[in-house]
């Protein structure tokens, strides 16, 4: 069955399963000028699929030093960048692939999703529509285009393409999952959590899908159902950044600052390229009166992305943003209020787990509210775990 796990969106949208690594690898060979190349190349491709990273990537790394046109080699070390969330490293390193074999669909694949990692959605939506032309029966592309076309707006588009892998894979739960977080992104919340217990019911074992059906709950208002989904992708894997992020959001949301800056303290300890996180933690931060903490998270928000405050991502999260935001001045962040909460005020429209793109900023609020609303981003198709 394919794994519904932290991965269901690293493996599954963000990145390019082994499974599949493998089988190109069987089908069409490692094409090296020697056979001992090729056996490396072989060799890396069953250590990745066993999860044995490190010794994959010296094999790959053995086999181009006997032979450095070995296209299938560059994949494998592209989704070990894919794994660790290197974009920019494994767009180099399928580009170096593509030069080797334009028509290779793994590598085509492969640089499309580090292409949404980096948010360049037209580019990946390229990469996806030459590796469907080349084998219209991979699903999973079909789903990471939908990715891809949500990222855009296009949700209709995005819609028909999951559609289609439901249809085409209809015990995939990937295939659910994103689309449940798809119909989050439309506001459809009911049919989101049919499709994410439907997920979850096919492949009950991994973190993701209870995640996903957390901020589900979430943004339904159903909190006492959120906590314990969070809970519960953290029991299954004690490393699963979403799960700690998301729960950190909820405990904010919640006043509970001690839990909230355990929970972002893990998920940065775990992944520290998404801006979200430490805007969320800056929100924490701000309301107990640690300004230097808040400035130093603020500053760290436009250094991995200098849009994101620009952007809906921001407006989204309950964490407030400096009226002027500019990490290079020195001017003080906003006195945390002395008084109560004040109440809440109408949640934005919710963000799925795949990031959704720059919109027009509406103000941001100083004050944080008193009571739960829907976390931020965390990694949708997580495009795939996507965290």
């Known amino acids: 069955m394919t794994r519904l796990t932290n991965r ?8 390019l399963t082994a499974a599949l690594v493998v089988c190109l690898a069987v089908g069409a060979g490692c094409s090296t000028k020697s056979r001992e190349a090729e056996e490396f190349c072989q060799q890396g491709m069953e250590q990745l699929n066993q999860n044995e990273v490190d010794a994959a990537v010296d094999s790959f790394n053995k086999s181009l030093e006997l032979d450095a046109n070995v ?29 080797l074999d334009e028509s290779l669909v793994a590598a085509l694949r492969g640089r499309g999703e580090s292409y949404l990692g980096q948010r360049k959605f037209e580019q990946a939506i ?99 159902d959120a906590l314990p989904d969070y809970n519960k992708a953290l029991e299954i ?6 799960a700690y992020k998301n729960r950190g959001v909820y405990f904010k949301n ?13 998920a940065i300890s775990l992944f520290d390229k998404d801006p979200s996180v430490f805007f969320e933690r800056a929100g924490v931060y701000l309301k107990l ?16 992305d200098p849009d994101f405050l620009n952007s809906d991502r921001a407006t989204r999260s309950s964490a407030p943003a400096p009226v002027n935001p500019e990490p290079e001045t020195e001017s003080a962040a906003p006195e945390a209020p002395a008084e109560a909460p004040v109440e809440p005020e109408p949640a934005a429209e919710p963000e799925p787990e795949l990031p959704a793109e720059p919109q027009p900023e509406a103000e ?24």
């Open 254 to 266: 919640m006043g509970q600052w001690d839990e909230a800056l355990k929970d972002f303290d893990r």
């Open 126 to 224: 390229s990469d996806f529509d030459k590796a469907l032309e080349i084998d219209p029966s991979q699903t999973s592309i079909r789903s990471h285009r939908g990715y891809a076309n949500a990222g855009l707006g296009k949700l209709d588009e995005a819609l028909a393409d999951l559609n289609t892998c439901v249809e085409e894979s209809p015990t995939e739960p990937f295939n659910y999952a994103n689309r449940a977080l798809l119909y989050s992104k439309r506001g459809e919340l009911g049919p989101a959590l049919d499709d994410i217990n439907k997920a979850i019911e096919l492949d009950p074992s991994h973190a993701m899908g209870y995640s996903i059906r957390g901020r589900l709950y979430a943004e339904s208002g159903r909190w006492d």
């Open 8 to 15: 269901l969106f690293k493996e599954t949208v963000f990145g």
């Open 364 to 387: 941001p609020a100083l004050e944080l509210p008193a009571e739960p609303q829907p976390e931020a981003d965390a990694p949708i198709l997580e495009l795939p775990d996507a965290e």
């Open 71 to 99: 296209p299938l080699a560059y994949v494998g070390l592209g989704e070990v960048a894919l794994r660790k969330r290197d974009f920019p490293t494994a767009q180099e390193k399928f580009n170096k692939a593509l030069e």
């Open 237 to 242: 894997d004690v490393n699963f950044y979403p």
């Open 289 to 304: 009166d640690r300004k230097e903490e808040y400035e130093a998270d603020m500053a760290k928000v436009n250094e991995l």
